[in-house]
């Protein structure tokens, strides 16, 4: 079972950027991928971006190709998403999640989550 802390969120004015943080234990990081997911007020969870533990390969969802960019640091098992260029759309709870892909999308392994961390962006 992989547990994680999420770290990083606060308020922010579009363009602006923000480095989130997740703190992984639990489980064996080096056989599962994991994933940044978010929720805006009123809409589902969706996916974010997803990282290898072992190789680094990164996932993005379209909305947020070119502006964030995810990476691990394996000896911390910590994964961070860097958000650059900010939108008000982007505004959302941000959840970190062992992630798996299927059927064309990245979905959570674990089905209990976090608090997450809140990421404001005002127009």
């Known amino acids: 079972q992989v547990q994680v802390v999420e770290s990083g969120g606060g308020l922010v004015q579009a363009g602006g950027s923000l480095r989130l943080s997740c703190a992984a234990s639990?489980?064996?990081?080096?056989?599962?991928?994991m994933g940044w997911f978010r929720q805006a007020p009123g809409k589902e969870r969706e996916f974010v971006a997803a990282?290898?533990?072992?190789?680094?390969?990164?996932f993005y969802t379209d909305s947020v190709k070119g502006r964030f960019t995810i990476s691990r640091d394996n000896a911390k098992n910590t994964v961070y998403l860097q958000m650059n260029s900010l939108k008000p759309e982007d505004t959302a709870v941000y959840y970190c999640?062992?992630?798996?892909?299927?059927?064309?999308?990245?979905?959570?392994?674990?089905?209990?989550w976090g608090q997450g961390t809140q990421v404001s962006v005002s127009s």
């Open positions: 990282i290898r533990w072992s190789g680094g390969s990164t």
């Open positions: 999640n062992a992630a798996i892909r299927s059927k064309g999308g990245w979905y959570a392994m674990n089905g209990y």
């Open positions: 639990g489980g064996t990081f080096s056989s599962y991928s």
